[in-house]
């Protein structure tokens, strides 16, 4: 059992020389989850999310066994693990940064920690994500916009587009409840793998869910709303804006069911 971070870059603890490049030119992409004795919820979606960043960003080819090994290595088999996978390239030219770069695999681990699960309340703000297809490491905004959420006395940032269609909050997917399923935001938005994982335990447990356009608007025509992402699978909210919901817990439990429903993949 590890009581402290370790940092390790393509399967070799890594040294402040190594994570220069990174620190310099912060572009990169990753991805996020726990790990439990060796085992992660939706291991199989981490890794295409950070082959087909590595394809954008740098035009290579990220090989998903040599991620394997990366990450295996750095998680062992320790009980209950926060792990954080970024792909950077120490060969990346910010003179041209077109030119397809060998990426590098950094794995970061720490003992897990209790996440909040409390309602949170929402404060929206007009901002769209760049490049929302890629977890890329640009997170200024979100911690920005997150930061103005809690200074106006609320606890995280929602985000509608320039049209005025909710996306998303800060470092979560959103999801509103709608007689007895729930409605995903269709604007453009990072598809976070708690949002899949959550959804495909929703069709096999038969919980209706559909996508469609909600502008602010239609926020109070719903009967509640959730967040997730990969670290906490369901998290109620209790407000966006001035609109307060009450909080369902029985079905904020059978969302839990669902996202509980999916397996814990061995790495």
Known sequence: MIDAARIELNGRPASAEDLRPLIQSNYGHFT????????????????????????????????????????RQAIGSDAALSVRVNVFSRAFDRELPGAAAEPDILVIVA??????????RLKSFRYGRELPDVKHVGTFPLFHFRARAQQAGFDDALFAGADGRIAEASVWNLGFLDGDGVVWPDAPQLRGVGQELLARGMQRLGVPQSRRAIGLGDVAAFRGAFVTNAM???????????IAFAIDEATLALLRRCRDDNPWEPV
Do not use: N, W, Y
């Not at 699978?233 to 001035?242: F, M, S």
């Open 32 to 71: 996020a989850f726990e790990a439990r004795a060796g085992r992660v919820q939706g291991f199989a979606l981490h890794l295409e999310r950070l082959v087909r960043g590595t394809r954008t960003l740098f035009g290579s080819d990220l090989d998903p066994e040599r991620l394997r090994a990366c990450v």
């Open 111 to 120: 003992p897990a920690k209790p996440r909040s699960a409390a309602p949170a």
């Open 232 to 242: 906490v699978p369901v998290r109620a909210v209790a407000a966006i804006d001035d």
